[in-house]
């Protein structure tokens, strides 16, 4: 009952950051296109870097109680296990790199959208997608005969609840068991899809403040 109660807790608080994430994002620019304070903004003599990067630093602050919550309890679970690190590794980092994609792509779909119900339906449905619109795909093309699917292989590289899972084995066998084939493999391509896509999020909302401001 008490590592069922870790696992649940562990999943509890990987999804409230990641929720917290998507609604800190869409609330950058889109208060001051609603309050007609966007004009303002757009005109402020700084690049659009410096004003990007204060919004994104901005946001995130409030973030950084679940997160630290996070990270305090998934260490202190991983202090008394005999795998350590690894349980660690495996049940934070694969959330966080994600609560970090959620947040930049809601601050991308705040500076596209015009409203909040616009930007947050963007986000959400991104979001959504990736969590819950690749596995049923999945799940679907699994059952029709003659087609291979890597289920397995696909998830693991986008998806941050097969991480979780995997964990939960960890945490139950007190062994790598099943995760260990895939930890070099799947773990670091998940991280580097999910920081260059991070990446390109960033990029695309400088060229897009520099083409609304005029600068580009």
Known sequence: ASVRSMKLTSALLSGLLVLQAVVAGVSLFVHEKEGRQWEVLLTTPLT???IVASKLAGGATGLLPTAAILLLYN????????????????????????????YLMAAAASLRCATHRGAFGLAMGVVLGLLVGIPMLLAVYSVLPGVEVYSDDILGATNPGWHLAQASDLLRWNRWWNYSGHFDGLFLLYGFLYAGASGVVVV???GRFDRLAGRA
């Open 48 to 50: 659009s870097f410096q």
């Open 75 to 102: 260490s202190a679970i991983s202090m008394f296990h005999p795998t350590g690190f690894e349980l660690w590794t495996i049940a934070t980092l694969p959330t966080l790199i994600f609560a970090l994609f959620a």
């Open 204 to 206: 695309w909302m400088l």
